[in-house]
């Protein structure tokens, strides 16, 4: 139900831009975000300041509702996104270069990403490196975002919809199988509210690896920020009297309370 009263809601404020000359309808804005429509019975007097956050709109019996959108709270998502995009996705990851390398023990094998450096496996017994190490690839290069141009209009064709930042690790330790250098895929996935860790290593082929790191670091960047189930925003709409109907308005509900107080009194006094 809520659902249905927002996209009759849409469709109304769709109609109201339209007619207002003055205003712009930001399309991208209505579809990424949701609103909830919340009538309040509790009339105000009509603003006489054209603000941007405040629609006039009209019920089918005439009476007018003055709406108040949720602009702050937009804006403040979009700020935010803005601040991400401009520092840029690599300069967001950074930090980790100064930090302890990401170790994760997988079995027999344990391995370790130092950021920007080098992926190498090797076998941990009573704490310490036993045998043979094998480096899986040495830092070559990372996914440009700004080459590519990834805005959200072709971000929505791109193999990046799988949401990560990647970094290609090459010229490790020869494969034996291939007679070829060892190469890794590193891809920073989003994952709120956790530090960074390996989540997981494959290798789809023979000696080609792809490390999956999780962190959140990146979660505020637009393009890599996991889809989510929007939050609707409350749009609050008032009837709008004139003057002298508020003051009516007021004058009966003052009258309404010092009926409700009366019959207070005479009820507590026959007890």
Not at 58 to 72: A, E, F, I, T, V
Request: proline letters at 4%; a negative charge.
């Amino acid at each position: 139900m809520a659902e249905k009263v927002g996209v009759i809601f849409l469709i109304l404020l769709f109609i109201n831009i339209f007619r207002d000359s003055h205003s712009f309808l930001d399309v991208e804005e209505l579809r990424s975000i949701q609103y909830s429509l919340d009538l309040i019975n509790r009339p105000v007097i009509k603003s006489q300041e054209e603000l941007d956050n405040i629609l006039i709109l009209s019920s089918k019996h005439g009476q007018q509702y003055q709406c108040n959108l949720p602009q702050r709270e937009v804006e403040m998502q979009k700020e935010e996104e803005k601040l991400a995009t401009e520092i840029g996705i690599s300069e967001l990851l950074k930090p980790l270069a100064d930090l302890a390398c990401l170790v994760k023990n997988n079995g027999w094998w344990s391995y370790e990403l130092c950021y920007g450096k080098h992926i190498r496996q090797y076998h941990l017994e009573g704490g310490k490196s036993v045998g043979d190490e094998v480096v899986l690839g040495v830092y070559d290069s990372e996914y440009d975002w700004n080459e590519n141009n990834m805005s959200k209009d072709n971000l929505k064709n791109s193999k990046q919809l799988a949401r990560y930042h990647s970094q290609l690790y090459s010229n490790g330790t020869l494969c034996d199988l291939t007679r070829k250098p060892r190469q890794a895929e590193v891809q920073f996935m989003c994952e709120e509210g956790k530090g960074d860790y390996i989540y997981r290593i494959d290798e789809p082929q023979t000696c080609t690896y792809v490390v999956i790191v999780h962190t959140m670091r990146i979660c505020h960047h637009p393009y890599l920020k996991p889809p989510q189930k929007a939050k609707p925003l409350a749009v609050v709409c008032n009837p709008v009297l004139s003057q002298e109907q508020y003051e009516q308005y007021l004058a009966a509900e003052e009258g309404k309370s010092l009926a409700s107080l009366r019959k207070y009194r005479i009820i507590s006094y026959v007890l």
